[in-house]
């Protein structure tokens, strides 16, 4: 059965740092670009980063120079390290699958990843 599994979320103090995990089974992490994306109350989800399965990155504007999207195909694992976190990044963090091997020019978007982690609660405040 795939399966995305998330961790890595808590609380963390504006400034601070978080490393996010998505581990995957039940397929081959390699053949496919991973996203990861995150959803704050009431707001709709949101895309902030893709990374291609040769490991080409795109970030939303909101995280860039902040977010690392990387992955360890050897682990079968994704990861987000998130740097210089503010309180506008408080959210619920998702991993997905895309169905290709590439990204989509509007990192936004949701259109064609088929499956989901069930997400990580990242709060920054002080």
């Known amino acids: 059965q795939l399966q995305l599994v998330e961790s890595g979320g808590g609380l963390v103090q504006p400034g601070g740092s978080l490393r996010l995990s998505c581990a995957a089974s039940?397929?081959?992490?390699?053949?496919?670009?991973m996203g990861w994306f995150r959803q704050a109350p009431g707001k709709e989800r949101e895309g902030i980063s893709c990374?291609?399965?040769?490991?080409?990155?795109n970030y939303a504007d909101s995280v860039k120079g902040r977010f690392t999207i990387s992955r360890d195909n050897a682990k079968n694992t994704v990861y987000l390290q998130m740097n210089s976190l503010k309180p506008e990044d408080t959210a619920v963090y998702y991993c997905?699958?895309?169905?290709?091997?590439?990204?989509?020019?509007?990192?936004?978007?949701?259109?064609?990843?088929?499956?989901w982690g069930q997400g990580t609660q990242v709060t920054v405040s002080s």
């Open positions: 997905a699958r895309r169905t290709m091997t590439g990204c989509p020019r509007n990192i936004a978007t949701m259109a064609e990843y088929d499956y």
């Open positions: 990374i291609t399965a040769w490991s080409i990155t």
């Open positions: 039940g397929f081959t992490l390699d053949y496919y670009a």
